[in-house]
Nanobody, 126 residues
């Protein structure tokens, strides 16, 4: 079993940047892909960015609507996954969740991930 814990959320002005962190613990060697999702009040949880974790390289992929403003990265030695966000807009206000799955392959749906963190709130002021 893998446990995930997000941190780094907060209040940021429009146009600002923020880096979210996700600490993974437990059976992390079973993780083949990780991702960030977000959920705004009254809306569905949506995919933000994902990462396929390989033996020799990692492969990031992004939601088309956010490509260019977000970057997902991993520090394998520290079991940390990050989401760097820039040029933030009030519409980016949401709870951001880290997710993990032992299955490989690109995946964009909530049901494609087995393990979730508790979420971290990001609020962008106008």
């Amino acid at each position: 079993q893998v446990q995930l814990a997000e941190s780094g959320g907060g209040l940021v002005p429009a146009g600002g940047s923020l880096r979210l962190s996700c600490a993974a613990s437990g059976r992390t060697f079973q993780t083949a892909r990780m991702a960030w999702f977000r959920q705004a009040p009254g809306k569905e949880r949506e995919f933000v960015a994902g990462l396929l974790i390989g033996w020799h390289a990692d492969y990031p992929y992004y939601a088309d609507s956010l490509k260019g403003r977000v970057t997902i990265s991993i520090n394998n030695a520290k079991n940390m996954v990050y989401l760097q966000m820039s040029d933030l807009e009030p519409e980016d206000t949401a709870v951001y969740y880290c997710a993990a799955s032992p299955s490989s392959g690109y995946a964009y749906r909530r049901n494609d991930y087995d393990t979730w963190g508790q979420g971290t709130q990001v609020t962008v002021s106008s």
